[in-house]
């Protein structure tokens, strides 16, 4: 008896949904045949309970709109463009608003469905209802929600037509929300037409400003409030194209801190940047496109988005050989996603950065030669927080990707600056995976051991671990991790002196023999030290031009570097080096020093003849000597060097139009007199 009860009670629940809108009569008769009259045609027999031929029919998943929700979203609604052609197709009963997740589709919705009612009845339905079975109910719902419904296109018009009348009986109005996808918005157009509205979000500044009035009503604490905010905080908050959820979070986020004499903008940005990398961290906890390219955004936001995308398909891609997951301290957390990212589903580029809260920024090529980036920059710095401090399992397989960055410097930089940003927020802990990094195979991966290095050493926590490690790298066999100095000691890192970058230096290329390996560390020592007097101040400059005199004095692997550089620094800044030449004692000698070894020396002879003959030859031919050229040469001539020799000798067998033929035959003159009086005396 009890199991027949039960039975009759599900069926009861299943249909009594469908007895207000059914005019005819309803029998139930559970494991019974009921006939009531005469029927034309078929006849069916139905046995056992009602349902359908998948299981029994599932009730309606609609419910009431949360009041509180829907008192936030009328009290801080910014009316955008599309409302009032929302509001007349609404005059239909039935509107399809188009638009894209995050922008206020639900709020819009919202306030379209109450518009002019003090307190209407709404109700949101499952978007996975079968719309052209469901009725409204006859009287007490203003209005009804759907947002995203599972089939859009199963919706044709003359079921549109039923809705309609039904709608229209029962005194309500229906929006459904749908995607901004092009195949369905034309669809929808092409069947619908006046009824489909497409969204766009209002201003940022819009929101906020509604947002904060809503949370902070008196007018003179809003004024006060707002006249407390640090220059550049709202600029900063509210980027063009700021979504309106954000844009609430930063108003909440303001007032909050509006507690004393000033809103400080780290103080907010930082806060904001911190509660977003965590949420979208767990968002994208068990997704591996969206973690992919949440890393990729970190590194590489700013770029363009081709570089983004290839980035994170690079780390999404089973990883091969990398760094020995042992050589850091995982701590008891799991890693995001388990080590391996594995293989990811594919989705359009737009839903995927706002999954990861980021949006593209056009180009002058438009949209796909623009750049990807974060709303809030600050939301990169804030993801390597909470991975360093929450999810360290991932950062051996990070250090790998890293590694494996593109040839253009910008992205060798990026990533050097972000192993760096990790060793850092380790307390350095990760530098055993820099070493490995350094002799990891790939054509970058020791260029990124080097960068992150140099701009480690910047931080003052790890800046004495960094100056050991360079010391000990420039000690060792490996090469390349002497060429890792060298290129740790460049100035676009900025945290190794110059006066520690000549040191080590040094170091590196006198550590080394004379095999092929050895010379390209030579090389690289060269190029940094080209580098560095480039972009260095006077200051610098001097320092540089002191230490290679210094390695000229001897007959080492240095002293052959500095006679091949300093031909290179000469045509770098010739009027540096006479303003030095004329200025006095303090680097005169060093420079004359400098073309002394160059010219001895046969491998730099032509390069150190090149760069004397343009600087002989001026801006202009027909001017006047440079009297710092004078100057060199009389000094050279005191040497009595045979690299000088051989200089003037060969400028004055080239004649008159030979740069500095006079100059020259003047001081052969007086070398010859110089040699001619020893003979005599």
């Known amino acids: 008896m009890s199991a027949d009860t039960g039975s009759v009670d599900g069926a009861l629940r299943t249909v009594l949904s469908e007895l207000d809108r059914n005019e005819g009569m309803v029998v139930l008769a559970p494991h019974g045949t009921v006939n009531t009259g005469v029927v034309q045609g078929d006849q069916r027999n139905v046995s056992g309970l009602p349902g359908t031929a998948d299981g029994p029919a599932a009730p309606v998943r609609q419910g009431p709109v949360r009041a509180a929700d829907f008192g936030l979203a009328r009290r801080r609604f910014v009316r955008p463009p599309a409302f009032e052609a929302g509001l007349a197709a609404l005059e239909s009963s039935i509107l399809f608003l188009v638009g894209e997740p995050g922008t206020g589709r639900l709020t819009l919705a919202l306030n379209l469905l109450a518009h002019e009612r003090a307190a209407p009845a709404l ?44 709608l229209l009986d029962a005194e309500a109005r229906l929006v459904i929300v749908v995607p901004e996808v092009p195949g369905l918005t034309r ?181 796909e030669a623009g750049t990807v980036a974060f709303f809030w920059p600050e939301t990169g710095e804030a993801v390597w927080d909470v991975v360093c401090r929450e999810h360290i399992g991932l950062l051996p397989l990070l250090h790998h990707w890293l590694g494996r ?20 927020r380790t307390g350095g802990r990760t530098f055993g995976l820099v070493r490995e990094l350094a002799l990891s195979p790939g054509r970058t991966a020791f260029e990124v051991a080097a960068r992150s290095l140099g701009a480690a050493a910047l931080d003052p926590r790890v800046a004495h671990r960094v100056g050991g490690l360079l010391q000990e790298w420039s000690e060792a066999p490996e090469t390349v991790l002497r060429t890792a100095v060298a290129y740790a000691c460049r100035s676009d890192p900025g945290g190794v002196g110059a006066i520690t970058a000549l040191t080590l230096l040094r170091d590196v290329a006198n550590r080394g023999g004379d095999g092929p390996e050895d010379t390209s560390v030579a090389l690289a020592v060269a190029e940094t030290l080209m580098q560095r007097f480039a972009a260095g101040d006077p200051d610098t400059r001097e320092t540089i031009t002191h230490h290679l005199a210094d390695w000229a004095r001897t007959e080492d692997t240095a002293g052959l570097v500095a006679a091949l550089t300093f031909p290179v620094l000469v045509d770098l800044d010739r009027a540096w080096f006479g303003d030095r030449l004329l200025a006095g004692p303090t680097t005169a000698p060093d420079i004359v020093e400098l073309v002394r070894r160059s010219l001895n020396e046969a491998a730099s002879f032509p390069s150190m003849r090149d760069a004397l003959l343009a600087w002989c030859r001026g801006p202009d031919e027909a001017a006047p000597p440079d009297r710092a050229v004078e100057e060199l040469f009389a000094r050279l001539v005191d040497s009595r060097e045979h690299g000088v020799l051989r200089l003037l000798l060969l400028i004055q067998r080239g004649g008159d139009a030979m740069p500095g033929n006079a100059l020259a035959e003047r001081s052969l003159a007086e070398w010859r007199s110089r040699n001619h009086f020893q003979q005599t005396d």
Do not use: K
Request: glycine content about 14%; hydrophobic content about 40%.
């Open 123 to 166: 109700v949101q339905i499952d978007g996975a209802v079968d719309l052209t079975r469901w009725r409204p109910r006859p009287r007490g719902v203003d209005g009804y929600l759907v947002m995203e419904p599972g089939d859009p296109f199963a919706l044709r018009p003359w079921d549109l037509a039923n809705l309609e009348a039904a």
């Open 187 to 367: 669809s929808l157009e092409r069947d619908f037409g006046a009824q489909v509205v497409r969204h766009r979000p209002p201003g940022p500044a819009e929101v906020f400003a509604a947002h904060v009035a809503d949370i902070r009503p008196d007018p003179r604490d809003r004024t006060r409030l707002l006249e407390s905010l640090e220059p550049g905080l709202l600029p900063a908050l509210l980027p063009p194209g700021l979504p309106p959820g954000y844009a609430a979070r930063a108003a909440e986020a303001v007032c909050r801190s509006g507690t004393g004499d000033r809103v400080r903008r780290d103080e907010v940005m930082s806060g904001l940047a911190l509660a977003e990398a965590q949420e979208l961290l767990g968002r994208a906890e068990h997704d591996p496109e969206l973690l992919s390219h949440l890393f990729s955004v970190c590194v590489h936001g700013g770029l363009d988005r081709g570089t983004v995308v290839d980035r994170a398909a690079d780390l999404a891609a089973p990883p091969g050989p990398g760094p020995d997951p042992g050589s850091a301290d995982h701590g008891s957390q799991q890693p995001l996603g388990g080590q391996e990212f594995g293989l990811v589903r594919q989705r359009p580029l737009g839903d995927i950065l706002r999954g990861i809260g980021a949006r593209r920024v056009p180009g002058d090529g438009g949209d």
């Open 405 to 424: 960055a593109g040839t253009a410097p910008e992205e060798i930089g990026r990533a050097g600056r972000a192993v760096a940003g990790m060793a850092v």
